[in-house]
């Protein structure tokens, strides 16, 4: 540290380039402080550093280390620690989460070690060094902040035990759906709504939910012991309801459900299949070479949809495409809102089959198509559709929400559909069967500007520039934070790199989101990067336009 201090008093006053020569490695009262970039002028990004706690300062509680779970649990929660101890003026900040606990290179434990990586704007005027400004951030402020964020001595102990169970017990119960023939669970007690589409924390004062008794299941947990609520079982389950009574809500919930979540954040016992897949239609997007045949055929002009590719995607053409890359990836469950579908991929009555006749229709829609899913394919469907009566038909269960609460309408919706019947002829003539369209040619990925400059950067959570082209990320609803935007363009960044041709592009890419290979990149010194799931890099790649797929 009195190394630090001299250099930087050293350094005082000179132009900025100066700083560079503090980047190095330095020991302090139990820990050792890596500068590991130091940034070029003022206005570039942060400096990036970080800091090992020596495994006896850090006195981490024997909890936190016990399963992977709570170690992720810990390591979101020290970064959450720092963060709030940094205070408020940037000097100092870390990539600490929101509502989600995710998998994060913001801080590392190693045995009993911990590894905080953050950043610091080293201080100027102009472009002239305020060298004491910067000692006092970097050896008063820090060592203290790294105390309070990263210690037991100073830790809420309690509060990191909630943190810790509560994901664990998330875990657990997201791990008891498969065994239980469930593919998303709801606790009784959860609220669900949102402050508002840019504040994710709970609504205040919402109606906490509260599954009905036919729906009800108890799942156990290691730490909270039984846990009552809705279990949404495999097969074809309907939600249906008067606009405004919060149908939409419980879907979102149940698709953010993938991830777990802080406690206190009233989606944190809400659990969803961990490949379930959110599909909605998204005009205007790029396909590239996929088989949309089950759903859309016959198209005018002769146009091919058994190698489908477009720039500019309809709306019906880009659910089929959504539906047929979630199926590619390997999804078993997948959420569909009406809000967010386009009606003539969902319904096409009798009266519009009697008026415009099959051969004229290139659209099978997808109510004709459900079942099979379900029977041939093993996929289940959670399906939002307050404004059409004819998914009676297919359905296993019927939940009706009303006045934010979940009913079990499923037998009045089954009498209905025997009284009232539609009239319509079933469509799907034809077997399904998705031919998985799995290559690409990785050195046709150019993430390059000009030769040798590449760039790959996340601006915000919507959109990834990858080289000249920024990919619109704003319907890939189950991108939760920007640090998953960044690690999506580094594991496109790797396929680039890897010129020769991949097989089995989910199958790779899984292999390199693996926790061992995970961890091993978060080796790296790279403090900002959260792991996102398999679909969310292809959902990815699948926008990016003239993306070298082949068929
Ligand atoms: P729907 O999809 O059925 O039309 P939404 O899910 O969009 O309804 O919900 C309508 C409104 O009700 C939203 O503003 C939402 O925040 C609010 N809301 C949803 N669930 C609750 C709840 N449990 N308590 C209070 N408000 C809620
Ligand atoms: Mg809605």
């Known amino acids: ?31 050792s402080l890596m500068i590991d970039h130091v940034q070029a002028d003022p206005f570039a990004a942060p400096s990036r550093c970080r800091a090992v706690i020596d495994a006896p300062v850090a006195d981490l509680p024997a909890s936190a280390l016990r399963s992977e779970p ?143 008794e036919s729906l009800s299941v108890r799942l156990d947990t290691p730490n909270a012991g039984p846990v009552d609520g809705l279990g949404i079982t495999t097969g074809i389950t309907l939600i249906v309801g008067g606009g405004f009574h919060g149908k939409s809500t419980l879907l979102s919930a149940i698709a953010e459900g993938v991830y777990d979540h802080i406690p206190g954040d009233g989606r944190d016992r809400v659990v969803t299949d961990p490949d379930a897949t959110k599909i909605r239609a998204e005009d205007g997007r790029a396909v590239h070479q996929l088989d949309l045949s089950p759903y859309i055929n016959h198209l005018p002009y002769g146009k091919d949809t058994q190698r489908f590719s477009t720039d500019l995607a309809s709306g019906s053409t880009s659910q089929a495409a959504a539906l047929q890359e979630a199926i590619e990836c390997g999804a078993r469950t997948l959420l569909v809102d009406e809000d967010t579908s386009a009606t003539n991929f969902m319904i096409r009555d009798r009266r519009m089959q009697a008026l415009v006749a099959k051969e004229r229709e290139p659209i099978t829609p997808f109510v004709d198509r459900i079942r099979q899913l379900r029977d041939d394919l093993a996929v289940s469907t959670l399906l939002v559709m307050g404004g059409s009566g004819d998914y009676f038909d297919c359905a296993d269960t019927v939940i009706q929400m009303q006045g934010y609460q979940p009913l079990d309408v499923t037998r009045e919706a089954r009498d209905i559909a025997q009284a009232h019947v539609t009239g319509r002829t079933e469509e799907a003539i034809d077997a399904l069967d998705v031919t998985p369209r799995r290559a690409l040619q990785g050195g046709r990925l150019n993430p390059e500007t000009k030769p040798g400059k590449t760039k790959i950067q996340a601006r915000g959570r919507d959109t990834l520039i990858f080289g000249r082209t920024d990919v619109d990320l704003r319907a890939v609803e189950q991108i939760v934070d920007a640090s998953q935007v960044r690690a ?58 003239g993306a070298p797929f082949e068929s």
């Open 1 to 31: 540290m009195e190394a630090l201090t001299r250099q930087l008093e050293r350094i005082d006053g000179r132009g900025y380039k100066a700083y560079k020569s503090i980047a190095g490695e330095y020991r302090f009262d139990g820990f």
């Open 488 to 545: 999506i363009g580094m594991v496109l960044g790797r396929l680039a790199r890897r010129g020769e041709r991949v097989t089995d592009l989910p199958a790779l890419i899984g292999e390199w989101l693996n926790d061992e290979q995970w961890h091993r990149m978060s080796q790296h010194p790279e403090g900002n990067l959260a792991r996102p799931r398999v679909s969310e890099v292809m959902a990815a790649l699948n926008r990016l336009r």
């Open 70 to 212: 709570r170690r992720r649990a810990a390591r979101d929660f020290i970064a959450r620690a720092f963060r709030s101890a940094s205070g408020s003026d940037k000097a100092l900040a870390i990539d600490a989460g929101h509502q989600t606990v995710l998998d994060r290179t913001a801080t590392v434990l190693d045995d009993g070690a911990v590894e905080v990586r953050f950043t610091v704007q080293l201080p100027a005027r102009g472009r002239t060094i305020l060298g004491r400004q910067a000692r006092t951030i970097l050896c008063d402020r820090l060592p203290d902040v790294v105390r309070a964020g990263a210690t037991s001595r100073r830790l809420d102990l309690d509060a990191l035990e909630t943190h810790m169970a509560r994901v664990e017990d998330q875990v657990a119960l997201r791990e008891e759906l498969a065994r239980r023939g469930l593919v998303a669970f709801v606790a009784n007690q959860s609220v669900l709504p949102r402050r508002s589409g840019v504040d994710d924390r709970p609504l205040e004062q919402a109606i906490p939910f509260q599954a009905p």
